[in-house]
Every structure is written in C-alpha cells, then in structure tokens.
C-alpha cells in the first residue's frame, strides 16, 4: 500500500468513528483529528491524532521531536473546562519498511508527560503493519489498552 492510500483509508476510518477535523492552532499538523468520548477504565478522554503526512523515511530523533511538538497540540486542544479528562495523543508515522530502530522509538517513547499521553505509532506500508505500544502487564493498563483499540481502529487497515 502506498503512502495516499494508507492516509484515504484512515481519513474513511476516522469518518466512521467519528472524529472532527480540526481547523485550529494545530503547530502546523495537518490533518488532525479529535474527539471525546467515556471509557470504562479511563474515564472521559480527549483524543487528538494525526497522521504525519511527510513521505520522507524519518530517523528515531525525528519521531521523538514531532510526537513532543504534538504534545504541545493536544495540552492546546484538552483543557480543564470539561472537570478531569485525560488526554490522548496519536502521531502516525506511515513509513515504507521502516527501520528497526524507528519502530524501537516509536515503541519506548515516553508517553505520559504534563499529564498528557501522547503515543507515536509507525504503520509499515511496504508489510501492511502498525507498530504501536504493547499493553503492560501490570500498572497502567487502561491507557495502553485504550490507545491499542484506538490504533486498532483508526490507523490498522
């Protein structure tokens, strides 16, 4: 699959589970995508993807500085107005055979920061694959689980 391929079916998956387009302040993110909903374990969550529209091959440095500039755009788009809410954050990264490495920080990014979440994910074009944080075992448990049904959801075509 390629590269415009892989972002027309996410766009169709977002329709379908209903997230909003965002026209805001999104840090020069384009597209982004947000919604809110209640979860069993979580609570209620704000979630904001997007998906990095750049078909460059990024390097491991490159994932951390643009998923830590779209924390800056979900601690924008999720305020205290709506009482205790956690926010989620998705950056996608459609890369054709990516390199291990990337797929390694993608996977050990530090997610949780200023009491936000923010997940990058790498989808392999090439071998059809999203490669996205493993639920713990142990402590934690909801936010992973929820970030891998969101995954699941909206960027595994």
Known sequence: MDHT?????????????????????????????????????VGEVAVVATLVDDESDPSPEDLVAVADSFRDVLVDRVDDRHGATTPLGYVVFPVPDPDPPLVDAARSYTVARRRTNVFPIVYDCEAETLHRHEVPRLKGRGIYRRQAEDADRLFDV
């Open 5 to 41: 391929q892989y972002r027309d079916a996410v766009v169709e998956n977002r329709r379908k589970h209903d997230f909003e387009p965002v026209d805001e302040y999104t840090n020069g993110f384009d597209p982004v995508w947000e919604t809110r909903d209640d979860d069993a374990s």
